[in-house]
């Protein structure tokens, strides 16, 4: 469905497979495909999660954990039984990148959890995909169904003697449960409300039993570093970010598209070279480089490498890999409006400051963005915003304050153009609706 | 109630992916609006009762996903996503546009109950934007053109 592009800098790994037809199981297999998991079957569960952890393989979904790590604090012994979970509920503003590794190589994820569940001793895993992606759903659920048909499922795997099931499950909207404690909720029949940590899934997850919870993109990393080794994988990103990563490259793009480019791989040249610039003759305004989630960068801070610290540094974050690009005929107020009325959508209500805390964001940015702003509401946006951080269960807050505060930061002089009934300097005439100015 | 064989085959299936049989709630919702057109209360009282749960807690799982449904809607439900990179390229004039030819607005349904109309949030289609889904089905890189053309061809499908 969704069309593929190429780009001559782009390292395929996750994407090698696609369009090649790898969604059959037998050209799977022609395309190494389930030589991962044998090899894996021999190695000692420690030596998997050593090799995976070597390899600066970080989570895709956006925090960017080493997964290797996380891998190891499943406990050995466990009364309760151990589960691996695949991610799949792909929401994050920006980002579409997994649906392609879902439509063309659908193996790989499965294959990925075969992989993880053998490290840490699990005999079950679900692949969890959200309900818009009903094809996918379809297609994971005929490859499922394919691999058991082929005993690459279910009791004693390629004559190993280990058992190992996977089913598929899906969702039904909600942006939250792609967190991954609101998503053990919803997977076990519940509303997705997030958990407190600790403890954490990988010692207390789906019902009660220790589980490992990773996005589909990196699951379906995992094969290519069996196969090809840590070290391989490792040389291809920068120190401690290891491998490729498939950038969704959206916005004001002469390109827009999903790019697999390695580690470290420059947000400017990733915009003009990759991406094919911005295009009617129009300047860059600003970069969203990780998702919606991500503080947004200037045009003078995009000479950075695309990895998971050097963004840290330059105050934004690699997030999920949706890089959204703005030129300059955006109004700033209104994409900051736009953003936090997707994160009052999306907030569960659990916890009161993002509950409340998106509503008065929402509400606020509504009147100011319309032209009945006053001066304070600047200050009183970036003081919300602030109050949010870090007081909610899970990350839902942080993703909607992170984002507000540097609009507000770094684009305060077009907050103030919108002051005191002054219509969006970026609006046709006419089409913002005038409210009356608070005094 | 009666449910289509291969929604009987699926729900049994399910129930032994899991420990408890709570957990077909959330993908068995969905598929059964599907067939039903929305969560009927006899629908919802049905599957209560299979999966030994009160109504309520079926319904507080329901309000909670915001495919889910208790009000019929249109034979198409298209979804105009309107998020960040769909906005950049032109997502909310396509939804204007959609509310004008449709003549309905946000989670309205026309009269001869063809189309629905629903402004969504990111649907996963953000370098193809702008894009809708018209139930399950994507249509990206659109334009107002575009979008008028696939409108019709529904509408041509649904009243043959």
């Avoid at chain 1, 790590?69 to 499943?74: I, R, Y």
């Avoid at chain 1, 909600?174 to 958990?195: C, D, F, N």
Wanted: charge should be neutral; aromatic fraction near 10%; hydrophobic fraction near 35%.
């Amino acid at each position: 469905m969704a069309d593929l592009v190429s780009h001559p800098d782009e390292i395929r790994v996750v994407s090698k497979r696609f369009g090649k037809g790898a969604t059959n199981i037998d050209r799977y297999v022609e395309l190494d495909g389930y030589k991962a998991v044998q090899k894996a079957l021999a190695m000692q569960p420690d030596a998997i999660i050593n090799e995976v952890k070597n390899s600066g393989l970080r989570g895709r979904g956006g925090a960017g954990f080493n997964t290797g790590m996380k891998w190891s604090f499943v406990p050995k012994q466990s009364p309760k039984p151990k589960y691996v979970l695949c991610n799949g509920d792909e929401s994050e503003p920006g980002t579409c990148k997994d649906r392609l590794i879902f439509e063309h190589d659908p193996h790989s994820v499965i294959e990925g959890v075969m992989i993880a569940a053998i490290a840490v001793g699990s005999h079950t895993g679900y692949i969890y995909i959200r309900g818009e992606y009903r094809y996918l759903s379809v297609i994971m659920q005929k490859a499922i169904k394919d691999a058991y048909a082929k005993g690459y499922l279910g009791k004693n795997i390629f004559g190993s003697g280990y058992d190992l099931d996977i089913y598929w499950h899906g969702g039904a909207g909600a942006y939250e449960v792609g967190e991954e404690s609101a998503l053990m909720e919803s997977l076990e029949g519940k509303r997705g409300i997030p958990r407190i940590r600790p403890p954490f899934p990988a010692v207390v997850g789906l019902w009660g039993g220790p589980t490992v919870i990773n996005n589909a993109e990196t699951l379906a990393s995992v094969p290519h570093i069996i196969l090809g080794g840590a070290e391989w994988y490792a040389n291809i990103g920068t120190p401690k970010n290891g491998g490729t990563r498939l950038f969704c490259l959206a916005g004001n793009l002469e390109k827009p598209g999903v790019y697999e480019l390695p580690m470290g791989y420059n947000l400017k040249k990733m915009i003009y070279d990759v991406g094919g610039g911005i295009p009617n003759g129009h300047e860059l305004k600003a970069v969203v480089p990780g998702g919606s989630s991500t503080p947004v960068l200037l045009p003078e801070e995009i000479d950075v490498p695309m990895d998971f610290d050097s963004l840290m540094k330059a105050g934004s974050m690699l997030g999920s890999g949706g890089v959204v690009v703005l030129d300059d005929t955006n109004c700033i107020v209104k994409f900051a409006l736009r953003t936090i009325k997707f994160y009052q959508h999306e907030s569960c209500g659990w916890c009161i400051p993002c509950r409340e805390g998106t509503d008065w964001l929402k509400k606020t940015l509504t009147r100011f963005h319309s032209g009945g702003g006053i001066k304070k509401d600047i200050d009183n946006i970036y003081y919300l915003s602030e109050n949010m951080l870090g007081r909610t269960f899970c990350p839902l807050g942080d993703a909607a304050a992170m984002p507000t505060m540097a609009f507000v930061k770094k684009f305060r002089k077009e907050f103030e153009d919108h002051l005191e009934g002054r219509p969006c300097p970026f609006e046709k005439t006419g089409s913002v609706e005038r409210l009356p100015v608070f005094a | 109630m009666k449910f289509s064989p291969e929604f009987e085959t699926r729900f049994a299936e399910m129930l032994t992916h899991y420990p408890t049989k709570r957990s077909v709630l959330v993908p068995t919702l969905l598929y059964a609006q599907d067939e039903v057109g929305y969560l009927s209360d006899e629908l919802i009282a049905e599957l209560a009762k299979r999966l030994e749960l009160t109504e309520l807690d079926v319904r507080n799982v329901i309000s909670y996903y915001s495919m889910l449904t208790t009000k019929p809607r249109g034979k198409y439900n298209v979804q105009v996503c309107t998020n960040i990179a769909c906005m950049l390229r032109g997502g909310e004039e396509l939804l204007d546009h959609c509310k004008k030819k449709l003549g309905i607005g946000h989670k309205g349904t026309t009269q001869d109950g063809l189309f629905s109309l629903e402004e969504v949030e990111c649907i996963g289609a953000c370098s193809w934007a702008p894009a809708i889904q018209v139930n399950y089905d994507f249509h990206e890189n659109l334009t107002e053109e575009k979008l008028d053309k696939v409108l019709d061809e529904y509408k041509k499908k649904g009243t043959q």
